[in-house]
């Protein structure tokens, strides 16, 4: 029997909405999650806006967020797509967990995944964000990719994952970073 520990993953939905559809994609990453693998998630909405004049120290939730970013041993990202790019709220929360000290990103396995209505799935989001997190010393996983396009018919209308080609991807994607995690991860 395997003895080693778990992975600990933790989901963060770069749209603030009640009902979003990346919100609902890491629940349904909450059930696929592959054995030896846990997933918690982080809400962005008490993060304020980025001021360099409030660094020292950090705001409460701020402090927080950069402490479970810290105990995370991989990061799950869903993004939503605004305008071409990620959203403001995930972009903000990376400028506040990219500053020193113990910059707790650096180094971080990371899966990213998104949903947006359009055709393509996030894709320029996801290739926005990927940029900006290999900036901050993530080691991104490269594939597979979880691109849900059309978002209002690959979910129900309780926020379910229904699409079986999306559940599969975002199945492999999960199994994949639990590897990614295992391979990168000091021993
Ligand atoms: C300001 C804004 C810009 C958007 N731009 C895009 C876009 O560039 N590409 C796209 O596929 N969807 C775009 N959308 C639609 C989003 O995919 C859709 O609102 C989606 O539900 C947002 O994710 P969420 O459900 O997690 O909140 C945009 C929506 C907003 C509000």
């Known amino acids: 029997?395997?003895?080693?520990?778990?992975?600990?993953?933790?989901?963060?939905?770069?749209s603030l909405r009640k009902a979003s559809y990346n919100t609902a994609l890491l629940r349904a990453a909450a059930e696929l999650m592959p054995a030896g693998m846990t997933l918690e998630t982080f809400d962005l909405l008490p993060l304020p806006m980025f001021?360099?004049?409030a660094e020292k120290p950090f705001p409460e939730a701020v402090a927080e967020f950069r402490a479970r970013v810290a105990q995370a041993d991989a990061l799950l990202i869903a993004t939503p797509e605004y305008n071409s790019s990620a959203s403001g709220?995930?972009?903000?929360?990376?400028?506040?967990?990219?500053?020193?000290?113990?910059?707790?990103?650096?180094?971080?396995?990371v899966a990213t995944m998104g949903a947006s209505t359009g055709n393509f799935g996030t894709l320029r989001a996801q290739l926005h964000l990927r940029q900006i997190l290999t900036h901050v010393g993530v080691l991104p996983l490269g594939k597979p990719e979880v691109l849900v396009g059309r978002a209002e018919q690959a979910f129900d209308a309780e926020g379910r994952l229904g699409d079986a080609a999306a559940r599969g991807f975002l199945r492999d994607s999960l199994a994949a970073l639990a590897k990614w995690t295992q391979r990168v991860s000091p021993a």
């Open 51 to 53: 001021n360099q004049d």
């Open 89 to 109: 709220a995930l972009k903000n929360a990376i400028d506040w967990a990219s500053r020193s000290p113990q910059q707790p990103l650096n180094g971080k396995p």
């Open 1 to 14: 029997m395997p003895t080693s520990d778990p992975s600990h993953g933790l989901g963060i939905s770069g």
